[in-house]
């Protein structure tokens, strides 16, 4: 069978990249441009400052892409793009270059949405097997997503306020770590322990998440212990508000695939580079579900890339899934 070879664009935050990837899971160039040094002078993104550093470095990154692969845009058999969701301005960018690359080449174009890049983010790991349950956890979503074939999308369940790194985010701002707060908390839990209370959200959904409580319990726990004069342990807070969203997170997991009869269970989005959530997965995986195959992704392809872009963008471009050029970029869209 022939190669099929994508070049694929992402840059719906803070990351401007770009990726080929033969048949979907081999890569040969894999390039992220990240903005976070810049984003941390202002403790989170900063919408128009992103699509500004998207326009200087977008020609520079798709150039260095082709360089790593040593191809050239004739070679490669369709041009993906992240469409959305994101923010709006950051998309743009990303949505021009590639129809202009697929214009000025003659390729097809492929919009892919963000969330299904972070769900084949696994198939660089192994094949994906269906029915399948996803667990994806970014900064903007918390999901479960049930999978029956290949680009078959079901939410079964999803949070009704802030997503899972939102809330590691705000939590860091409230701790006064540097943005994003999620890669440190995780570093600092690991020093700490549990020993702050703080409830479990509550949601009456057993598939539903929440997060907006935690967040705003974290507050009142510091709060309160200033008061009394006490010391707040960063350490120790870190562990408790790490310990208490994945005991929520994992709840929901259970009760879905309680409820599911699926093959296999996967990992998705920034979040689940988490230390603690990567080990709590495969300890309660092995324990609890020895029959259900499970995914964790690897690190790099963890936080927003371009390869998983052009992962999902071979799937689609198989589908014959195929943009016209008046498509725009969408901050929100429906998986
Ligand atoms: O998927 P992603 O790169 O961007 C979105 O699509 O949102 O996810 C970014 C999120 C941020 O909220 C970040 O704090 C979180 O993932 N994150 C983590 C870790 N690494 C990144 N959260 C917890 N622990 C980590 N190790
Ligand atoms: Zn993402």
């Known amino acids: 069978m022939k190669d099929i070879i994508i070049l694929a664009i992402e840059s719906s935050c803070d990351e401007t990249a770009c990726a080929i990837v033969k048949n979907g899971n081999e890569i040969l160039a894999n390039k992220v441009a990240s903005q976070i040094d810049v984003h941390t002078l202002y403790g989170g993104v900063v919408p128009e400052v992103a699509s500004r550093i998207h326009i200087e470095n977008i020609s520079i990154i798709i150039k260095e892409t082709l360089k790593e692969a040593n191809m050239t845009v004739e070679q490669v058999d369709g041009i993906a793009f992240t469409q959305g969701p994101g923010l709006i301005g950051s998309l743009h960018i990303g949505v021009l270059a590639a129809k202009t690359l697929a214009w000025a080449y003659n390729k097809p174009l492929i919009p892919v949405h963000h969330l299904t890049g972070h769900i084949y983010a696994n198939a660089f790991v192994k094949e994906l097997k269906f029915p399948l349950l996803a667990l994806v956890v970014s900064g903007g979503h918390t999901e479960l997503v049930l999978m029956k074939e290949d680009y078959d999308f079901k939410v079964i369940g999803e ?18 770590l540097p943005y994003p707060g999620g890669p440190k908390i995780d570093k600092l839990a690991k ?19 929440s997060f907006s409580g935690l967040k705003s319990a974290v507050m009142q726990a510091i709060n309160r212990l200033k008061r009394n004069d006490r010391e707040v342990s960063i350490e120790d807070m870190c562990a408790s508000f790490q310990k208490t969203a994945l005991t929520s997170l994992w709840q929901k997991v259970e009760a879905a695939l309680d409820s599911y009869a699926v093959k296999q269970f996967i990992l998705a989005g920034g979040v ?15 324990k609890k579900y020895p029959n259900i195959d499970y995914i964790i992704p690897p690190l790099k392809y963890c936080t927003d890339n371009a390869a998983m872009i052009a992962a999902s963008g071979y799937i689609a471009y198989k589908k014959g899934i195929r943009a016209s050029f008046d498509i725009g970029a969408k901050a929100s869209i429906d998986l």
């Open 159 to 176: 949070t009704l306020d802030d997503a899972i790194g939102e809330a590691y985010d705000k939590v860091g701002r409230v701790l006064n």
């Open 272 to 286: 689940a580079a988490n230390s603690e959530l990567r080990e709590l997965v495969k300890e309660k995986m092995e």
């Open 191 to 209: 020093e700490g322990k549990p020993i702050y209370k703080l409830p479990l959200p509550k949601v009456e959904n057993p598939l539903d998440f």
